[in-house]
């Protein structure tokens, strides 16, 4: 039944509740409007049930119990003992659904021959520190169909801690609200092992930041210990394919702390987010080139999500054009460009007073779509991913950017041509040697003996702060 809890209401403040009408218990919700009676779901295809629906008699319903809220709140949610079953409907056929979110708790199964026949098979998505900025821009956008398309219906399992849980279920609340024809089911929690079942995609997002006076290698073990454990929860619970995207930072290092304690999934489906540092390139060489940006391709950032990452000019194309073709000023690639997109985070902190989210969120959105999306012929795009089997003779046993394309079935392969000089492998190495002191760093995590940290340079990014 719907709980309405106003003790903080004053009497005076009341009055309005004498004009709802509260069914019985054994009725599913309130009638919050009265004007408002039926509603035929008898030729709909989505989940979302009103208030005040009428079923018709071949839908199943399946509900579990929502746990009562810390907080006051107001759940119009239902369980299986309190409502009767659907006319032509068993009672025993009722399925029991894993943990849910309010609406997301109130939703029917059609029947084979009912089902949307362009739809495709529901997927479920997990998405860790999903109370948090970048997650919420992101939800709202793998919910509408912009990242999976417009006919792949998604299961949002969203992972919080205790003391992000309030905020958790106002992101819930407002995917409620969102009514996204394509969501089907909503979960929330703050036990990895719970949320990331049967999960297809994990997007690794909740991270410690960096606080004053922390050394790298200091979060580094701090936020290790958090990727270990999801690592563990994946290997154990998450669909054995499952793609797994890492963007708390330092995420190269931690998609392999991940996958290192993940070893029933292949290692190749880890990705450590470089998709925004490539879109920040892209934009650079637009404005100096005079073009807009879907012009710029073929665009590498190679290493470490850090400041020794190298946006590569050599093999960038303007129209298809060698970017040093276009852009006949060397200095400016090697020295300007180059610092312009390592520390871009670091001018937007400024001008912004707090770290990107949005374009995170759209970066992880370009991320994904490049993998389930066959990549345009002759371009290809940057991912961090492990290096085993890599043509470029990058150290094995690390995960670094790379220029890689895709098919469109989640998988990827790496890109074989492309031109190195001496500049860029040097920038290259310099990213390399840091990313295998990183390693080092976190050998207690990766089951590979004791922790030696000698990291070359502190090369913070500025969103890490």
């Known amino acids: ?28 919700v309130v009638d919050l409007n009265p004007a408002y009676t039926t509603t ?54 009722l399925k029991q659904k894993p943990e849910c979110f309010g609406v997301f708790c109130l939703t029917y199964d059609l029947k084979a021959e009912d089902q949307t026949k362009s739809w495709k ?126 963007v708390g930072n330092p995420c190269n290092t931690n998609a392999l702390i991940c996958l290192k304690n993940a070893p029933n999934i292949p290692a190749k489906n880890f990705h450590a987010l470089t998709r925004l540092d490539e879109n920040r390139a892209k934009c650079q060489l637009a404005l100096k080139a005079g073009v807009f940006y879907d012009k710029v391709s073929n665009v590498t950032i190679w290493g470490n999500h850090s400041t020794t990452q190298v946006p590569d000019f050599l093999n960038a194309k303007i129209h298809g054009v060698p970017v040093p073709e276009v852009i006949r000023d060397r200095k400016w690639l090697e020295e300007e460009f180059t610092h312009v997109v390592q520390t871009r985070g670091g001018v937007l902190i400024k001008k912004w007073g707090r770290s990107s989210a949005a374009s995170t969120a759209v970066s992880i959105v370009d991320a994904i779509r490049s993998l389930v999306t066959p990549t345009p012929e002759g371009d290809w795009f940057s991912t961090g991913v492990y290096t085993n089997g890599n043509p470029y003779g990058i150290a094995e046993d690390i995960v670094f950017s790379m220029p890689c394309r895709s098919n469109g079935d989640g998988d990827y392969e790496f890109v074989k041509d492309v031109i190195f000089d001496d500049y860029l492998r040097k920038k290259i190495k310099k990213s390399e040697d840091e990313l295998l002191a990183e390693k080092k760093c976190v050998a207690h995590l990766t089951g590979e003996g004791i922790a030696v940290c000698d990291l070359p340079e502190d090369t913070m990014l500025p969103g890490e702060m």
């Open 1 to 28: 039944m719907c709980i309405d809890l106003i003790s903080s209401v004053s009497p005076s403040k009341t009055s309005f509740l004498s004009s709802f009408t509260l069914f019985a218990p054994s009725m599913a």
């Open 40 to 93: 035929d779901f008898t030729n709909s295809n989505l989940s979302y049930v009103s208030s005040s629906a009428r079923l018709s008699h071949h839908r199943r319903l399946s509900f579990r119990h929502l746990p009562r809220s810390p907080t006051p709140a107001i759940r119009c949610s239902v369980t299986s003992d309190q409502i009767q079953a659907p006319v032509g409907v068993d009672a025993k056929d």
């Open 121 to 246: 098979k529901m997927i479920n998505v997990a998405v860790s520190g999903a109370a948090g900025m970048i997650s919420n821009h992101l939800l709202f956008k793998l919910a509408s169909g912009e990242v999976f398309g417009p006919d792949q219906p998604i299961a949002l399992k969203l992972l919080g801690s205790e003391r992000s849980f309030g905020a958790l279920e106002g992101v819930a609340m407002e995917l409620e609200d969102s009514l996204y024809p394509l969501l089907r089911e909503v979960s929330i929690g703050i036990d990895p092992y719970e949320i990331f079942q049967d999960a297809e995609w994990a997007l690794l997002i909740g991270a410690k930041p960096r606080g004053p006076g922390m050394e790298r290698a200091g979060l580094l073990d701090i936020n290790g210990q958090i990727f270990a454990e999801q690592g563990k929860a994946l290997n154990a619970v998450a669909s054995p394919n499952v793609k797994v995207m890492v």
